[in-house]
């Protein structure tokens, strides 16, 4: 459940990104003072908590802050008083791994220690780094956006929009340079522009790809060549990747698992949720056949679990029908949101 942001704080927000978005030059020079303010650390404090973070390095819980002596109210107080006099000093990156849906693993780490497998204890993105940010890092969205920030700039300073007829669409780190020609020119200009910052591309996930032949993924989507089921014409256009149907279904199956022994009205509201969120995000482009997809592997998912749970012989087609899932449990359709957003539109 997410925690509402206090007016006090939201009023500040509000002017911060008018000032920003009317003024593109000026430069914010007194803001360190709002980052010891009482209100911003007790709602930052709320919104980890609600998050169900966990200790860092030092090994202390939310638990631990609010039994000590003098609680929250006075260990948010230090906090606030060493943010002030400038004495607060980071400590080092917990590193966890996290595993990617492509069978590897995704070093995740807070500005927090690696331990290896004998024991030993080493700094990364810490104070013993001089270079990068940690992957997890709260501030690694921030430095990402003020990087691809400069590389916007660079490549409009050189009208490289106009020259190469190529346009950047970006999201955080992840971009996608769309060209109408000399592909592989806008690639070595972003190279020659990424080295001057700094910084390098990732090569496993750099590539040029001939979107009216070929198909690339992009924030969740596949985009270029497809084939209209009904008619065997061939268009450009997007739909979801397979990976994250896959991914999703991954997700469906940690909520109907034999082990989920919530009541059932509990369970179909974490199932619903998810199928809101997902189809929220993924609304655009051709999207009936995925819709379809999930729902089929959705209603067989639930049906399993309903079988399982009530002990019921075969496969429970009978007792658990289609309609029983849909108008008895209320389990949400994605075909039917898809339904309602095209009358909605032709109206």
């Not at 010891?36 to 609600?50: F, N």
């Not at 769309?178 to 020119?185: F, T």
């Not at 032949?213 to 084939?227: A, C, K, Q």
């Amino acid at each position: 459940m997410g925690l509402a942001t206090p007016e006090r704080i939201r009023t500040l927000q509000r002017k911060l990104y008018v000032k920003a978005k009317g003024e593109p030059e000026f430069r914010f020079y007194l803001l360190y003072d709002k980052v010891w303010r009482a209100d911003i650390l007790e709602h930052a404090y709320r919104l980890c908590r609600a998050n169900g973070g966990a200790a860092g390095v030092d090994g202390v819980t939310f638990e631990d802050i609010e039994a000590a002596e003098g609680g929250l109210e006075g260990w948010l107080h230090t906090m606030a008083e060493e943010l002030r006099e400038e004495r607060c000093r980071p400590q080092a990156v917990r590193r966890v791994m996290i595993p990617k849906p492509d069978g590897g693993e995704r070093p995740l780490g807070i500005p927090v220690e690696e331990t290896d497998a004998e024991g030993r204890k080493t700094l990364r993105g810490g104070n013993g780094s001089k270079v990068g940010t940690p992957q997890g890092g709260v501030i690694s969205p921030l430095l990402a956006n003020l990087y691809i920030h400069r590389l916007l700039k660079a490549w409009k300073k050189f009208d490289l929009e106009s020259k190469l007829r190529a346009r950047i669409i970006n999201y955080a780190d992840d971009l996608v340079i769309v060209c109408r020609g000399g592909a592989e020119d806008a690639l070595s200009w972003l190279k020659w522009i990424t080295e001057r910052l700094g910084l390098s591309l990732n090569e496993a996930k750099t590539c040029v790809r001939d979107a009216g032949r070929e198909s690339f993924d992009f924030l969740g989507y596949t985009f270029g060549p497809m084939v209209y089921q009904r008619t065997g014409w061939a268009y450009l256009g997007v739909a979801p990747s397979k990976k994250r149907v896959k991914r999703f279904k991954q997700s469906l199956r940690s909520v109907l698992h034999a082990g989920n022994h919530a009541p059932l009205d509990e369970v179909i509201k974490q199932v619903n949720r998810k199928l809101r969120g997902w189809g929220e995000y993924f609304s655009i482009g051709t999207l009936a056949p995925t819709y379809r997809n999930v729902d089929r592997y959705t209603e067989s998912l639930l049906r399993k679990f309903l079988v399982r749970r009530h002990k019921v012989p075969g496969r429970g087609t009978r007792q658990f029908s289609n309609r029983y899932l849909y108008e008895g449990l209320g389990l949400v359709r994605l075909q039917d949101r898809r339904r309602v957003s095209r009358s909605q539109a032709l109206t």
